[in-house]
């Protein structure tokens, strides 16, 4: 494998990391009321509830600071030391890309960032989670 492919490949991993990452956050959150309703005992563990509450708190910082998250910077630096592709290849990376990332005012995120994660801080009244010991 040259370093190019494997470069590439890291670069795939790592979207495709970052996609799971998202997608547990806006899973996470969904389930977590659906369970309410459905009366799933799983959506009540603390230690779910405490690392999804902790991934939300991280993107919502990073929107408030203005900086970029760490996942898509050392995406781009791989994508880079691949041969300087950077959003077109492969057929994981265009279509992980095409959900991830999208276009808007830096504003509309921060807005978004921030009121997803009052919507998790909330799931925490509406459906507090318990500890079992």
Same mark, same amino acid.
């Given at each position: 494998?040259?370093? *190019?492919?494997?470069? &590439? ?10 996609a ?9 959150v969904?389930a977590?009321y ?13 230690w779910? &509830? ?5 991934a939300i708190a ?16 050392? *995406? ?11 959003? *077109?290849g492969?057929?994981i ?7 991830l990332y999208? *276009? ?9 960032y921030?009121?997803?994660?009052g919507l998790?801080v909330?799931?925490w ?7 079992h010991?």
């Open positions: 494998m040259s370093a *190019e492919s494997f470069y &590439r490949l890291a670069a795939d991993v790592l979207l495709v990391s970052h799971l990452f998202a997608a547990f956050l806006v899973l996470g969904v977590i659906l369970g309410r309703w459905l009366s799933w005992a799983w959506v009540l563990n603390f779910f &509830r405490l690392s999804h509450l902790a991280i993107v919502v910082f990073q929107s408030w600071v203005g900086t970029i998250c760490p996942l898509t910077v050392w *995406e781009m630096r791989l994508r880079e030391l691949s041969g300087g592709e950077r959003y *077109e492969t057929f990376q265009h279509w992980v890309q095409t959900i999208y *276009e808007a005012p830096e504003w509309v995120f921060f807005v978004v921030t009121l997803f994660g998790i909330a799931s009244f509406i459906v507090p989670p318990r500890r010991e």
